[in-house]
């Protein structure tokens, strides 16, 4: 003889437990066992299992000792997954700074998000916030002025001013608009130009001439680490300045964040010893620069912590959709 032990994994019911069994083939119990906010799927022999292998009035030839565990499935509303949850899971996602942050990698990512009724794309989570960029660029001067100082700078002003008063209020209110940015700059020389090496020197508190080494606030434009982390190739060795359309070209062509633009992509990554700021040029290279010139420029901004995706897929044509928040 053997027995069948029935266990409701929190449900209940008047199911005959610890039978002795002395023939088979056993039937499976009929009766069904209730649990609240839950549906009785069937029966199976692991605890955890999220699908039934048995149900009642199956035949069982085992002739063992066998427990069956309930099998159940809630009937409450399923929680959107947060976006930090969706990197996590995404194979086009990679962790390779120094603080293990998780950015999306390749060409051509998964990574796109209706925000403001137009296109960003997700760059990565860094402690918690999902920081995005607008897809589309536009064109402006980092500084009215000589300075490399961003705090100050007229592109700072205009972003955190003109630009952030007309997005729509459920984009704003998803921003970290008391985001701490940091305004470290490189010093040493192009060929150690690095992911990073820049990405270290954007934290650090190196910079121009009592140039603040922190910003608090709401938009600013991607740093040169950004950069420099978006290619799936092996570059992590190879300076940024160095990056062009001849030499380690596969930097530039596994790069979703290259555009191969005649016009100069600002960063926020100033240089140390002088009035400049780094930017990419339209042969993917990194270089620096005065600030006084007109750029292109793409809007960065983080978002909230467990800002959760409503839907799509993260294509171009099926983009990521926010649930917006209503506290």
């Avoid at 002795?20 to 056993?26: A, F």
């Avoid at 998803?174 to 700059?185: A, P």
């Avoid at 992911?195 to 709401?218: C, F, I, Q, R």
């Avoid at 600030?291 to 901004?301: H, K, R």
């Amino acid at each position: 003889a053997f027995t069948i032990t029935y266990d409701l994994n929190g449900g209940e019911g008047e199911i005959p437990n610890g039978k002795k069994i002395e023939y088979i083939p056993y039937i499976v119990e009929k009766k069904i066992p209730t649990k609240e906010n839950f549906i009785f799927i069937g029966w199976n022999l692991e605890k955890d299992a999220l699908a039934a292998s048995f149900v009642g009035g199956d035949r069982l030839s085992e002739e063992q000792d066998l427990t069956l565990y309930a099998v159940w499935e809630s009937t409450l509303p399923k929680e959107n997954p947060t976006i930090e949850e969706i990197i996590t899971s995404s194979s086009q996602t990679a962790t390779k700074d120094p603080d293990g942050n998780r950015r999306y990698v390749g060409s051509n990512p998964d990574n796109y998000v209706r925000f403001n009724n137009e296109l960003w794309r997700i760059i990565g989570v860094f402690n918690g916030s999902t920081k995005i960029i607008r897809y589309s660029k536009m064109s402006q001067k980092y500084n009215s002025t000589t300075k490399n100082d961003w705090s100050t700078s007229t592109l700072k002003e205009y972003l955190n001013g003109s630009f952030y008063n007309s997005m729509d209020a459920m984009s704003k209110s998803l921003i970290e608009t008391n985001h701490v940015w940091r305004l470290g700059g490189v010093s040493a020389t192009k060929a150690s130009w690095t992911p990073s090496y820049v990405y270290n020197a954007e934290k650090s508190t190196s910079v121009y001439s009592g140039n603040p080494t922190t910003w608090t606030g709401a938009i600013g434009i991607m740093y040169a680490s950004d950069y420099g982390y978006a290619t799936s190739s092996s570059c992590s060795s190879t300076s940024l300045y160095s990056w062009n359309s001849v030499a380690n070209k596969d930097c530039l062509t596994n790069n979703w964040l290259y555009k191969n633009d005649a016009n100069y992509a600002l960063l926020n990554t100033p240089y140390t010893a002088k009035n400049l700021s780094l930017f990419i040029a339209s042969t993917g290279r990194v270089n620096m620069q005065g600030v006084t010139l007109s750029y292109s420029i793409n809007p960065v901004c983080y978002l909230k912590p467990d800002v959760k995706i409503a839907g799509g897929s993260g294509s171009i044509s099926d983009p990521f959709l926010l649930e917006f928040q209503t506290e």
